[in-house]
């Protein structure tokens, strides 16, 4: 597929290669429910198992978990590349994964670091490495018996290696051997926890673990297995590719939707009920008295969310650091606007180091009259947080969630991903997940954005970097706009009237430094809206001709844009060219 043809379907990558990147794969909630199984398992470490016919996305889901995996601190994830190979080369390449130098002719001292080595990462990391092994119908019974002999130890009660096997129906029957039933019978054990019907015994004797006809469970026809203890303490997880199967086969769902009553007798459909979305008829929904409307009076809403927004330079953060301590102390922001009371703050500020941080906000603690030492400002040390990433969003959901601050800020956007900010259908996920973060915890958001170059002839929310969905995004927007020397703040808001625009000066005195309210005896004049106005009022200033490149400079434009503006003012008669360069014709 070239690029025309990617244009025409609004696609960014072939959805047909086999290269496609994992972040452009479609995660199903299957996969989720897997992945978030994998995860809880590596704490404990087991086996885990991805079966399906060829064709039906085994490697896929195994690349979407190993990107997930690895994007984890402190998870040591190895992939097993030659799964055909014999013991010797099973311990070659299972050395060189895990850093480790072993000989193959000392089996004994190989197993032993490695299972060192191993104890030695669970002992720092708190969780199990990880071993993927696509292809695994491949592998040998030998190798597969002395993978799981290496990865228990001290009687099989601790488990020291989490392993996912991926494989199509050959690698099932192998599991049903009597040389690997061990590693099948972990697999029965889950099935059996999530639901799937035993086999009816004979009459009179009780259904035993080799009992024959127990392994007549077809696996492939049960997608979703979750995790389940097994009697040697570890775990196994199950996930299934789907395949062709009988009609009413169970639908992995999250457990937490499922219905108790959902074990019917066998043959019976197992859908599971899900629930209806609340609601409410409009008139009974609940009303916010007055006071309760705004976090900032005049300036940001109670639980927003919203951009301030400016060009670089035009003291975003110390904005955003003012606002954090006009709410975390109750006192009114910027001096002028009241808070209607204090709450908890948390921000995390991704340009600047922590102690810019604790100097700029000590100096607008003092210009607020109140102790930054008194205040509940939590501040995220991370080094990197990346929205796009689901790790990192977990994370932040998890902290909000534990913290429960009133107001959360993110400065500035563009730190806080890798995603192209032009494409909407990239934006607009990102800032979902912040809205759902207000909506659950009740914490209004507010991210910094920057504006884009050029942006003075347009409305302040249009002028924002990136993709529309930012301006459409915020209930209450402020945007910070530099004329000359003059700062001006202005506000938007999506249910209610803007205040009138603010002048603001960054004012130093003494050990304060902060934004502060100032009242202009002239009006601020904005600049001139279109490129003719510029030009026309640059040359009225000089009152000489201006050669090109101090023309260009005076009206901050592209070379090409004034070229063309110009060529067609010369025309009009509007402007004369001679030796010496522009000039006015009436002048």
């Known amino acids: 597929m070239n690029k025309k043809l990617l244009a025409l379907y609004g696609l960014k990558w072939n959805p047909f290669a086999p290269d496609v990147p994992v972040e452009a794969l479609h995660i199903t909630p299957r996969i989720e429910s897997f992945c978030w199984r994998i995860e809880q398992l590596v ?297 209607s009371r204090a709450g908890r703050v948390l921000l995390y500020a991704a340009e600047d180091a922590m102690h810019i941080v604790r100097r700029r906000l000590e100096g607008i603690s003092a210009a607020a009259g109140v102790a930054l030492a008194d205040l509940d400002i939590q501040v995220i040390t991370a080094p990197a947080v990346r929205l796009d990433l689901d790790a990192d969003r977990r994370s932040l959901a998890k902290t909000v969630a534990k913290l429960t601050p009133r107001l959360l800020i993110l400065d500035p956007f563009v730190r806080l991903h890798r995603i192209d900010e032009n494409a909407s259908g990239e934006v607009a996920p990102l800032l979902a997940y912040l809205r759902e973060l207000q909506r659950r915890h009740g914490v209004a958001v507010t991210v910094v954005h920057h504006a884009k170059k050029g942006g003075g002839g347009v409305r302040a929310g249009q002028a924002l970097r990136g993709s529309s969905e930012f301006h459409a995004w915020g209930d209450s927007n402020l945007y910070l706009r530099r004329y000359g020397e003059n700062l001006t703040l202005t506000v938007e808001h999506r249910a209610a009237a803007p205040i009138p625009p603010s002048s603001l000066e960054l004012a130093e005195r003494g050990d304060a430094l902060a934004l502060e309210v100032v009242e202009r005896r002239t009006p601020v004049s904005p600049e001139p809206i279109s490129l003719n106005e510029r030009i026309t009022a640059v040359l009225t200033v000089a009152g000489r001709p201006l050669p090109f490149a101090e023309l260009r400079a005076g009206c901050r434009v592209r070379a090409a844009n004034l070229y063309e503006r110009l060529a067609a003012l010369i025309a009009a008669g509007s402007i004369v060219k001679s030796g010496d360069g522009y000039y006015l014709a009436d002048g």
């Open 43 to 339: 704490g404990e470490g087991g086996f885990a198992l991805v079966t399906g016919a060829p064709g039906t996305g085994k490697s896929v889901a195994l690349r979407i978990l190993a990107g997930r995996l690895t994007q984890q601190r402190d998870v040591k994830v190895a992939i097993l590349t030659r799964p055909q190979a014999g013991l010797a080369d099973f311990y070659r390449e299972m050395g060189d994964l895990f850093g480790v130098e072993l000989r193959p002719a000392n089996r004994w001292g190989g197993a032993k670091l490695l299972r060192d080595r191993w104890q030695t990462h669970i002992d720092g990391a708190l969780s199990r490495p990880m071993l993927i092994v696509d292809e695994a119908q491949e592998m040998l019974p030998v190798v597969l018996a002395e993978l799981r002999l290496l990865s228990s130890a001290r009687l099989d009660s601790h488990i020291l290696l989490t392993v996912v096997l991926a494989g199509d129906g050959r690698l099932i029957e192998r599991l049903r051997s009597d040389e690997l039933r061990p590693i099948g019978t972990r697999t029965r054990h889950s099935r059996r926890a999530a639901g799937a019907a035993p086999a009816r015994p004979a009459k009179g004797r009780r259904r035993q673990a080799d009992d024959a006809r127990a392994d007549r469970l077809d696996l492939r026809s049960r997608p979703g297995q979750p995790a389940c203890a097994h009697e040697h303490g570890g775990r196994v997880a199950c996930h299934c590719c789907p395949t062709r199967g009988p009609p009413d086969r169970r639908e992995a769902v999250p457990g937490n939707l499922r219905h108790p009553a959902c074990h019917r007798a066998q043959g019976r459909s197992r859908t599971a009920q899900m629930s209806l979305l609340p609601v409410e008829p409009a008139y009974r929904l609940a009303e916010r008295a007055e006071e309760r409307r705004w976090l900032v009076t005049g300036l940001w809403s109670e639980e927003a969310v919203g951009i301030i927004g400016g060009e670089p330079k035009c003291c975003k953060s110390f904005l955003a650091l003012d606002l954090a301590v006009a709410v975390a102390a109750g006192v009114p922001f910027l001096r002028r606007f009241p808070v």
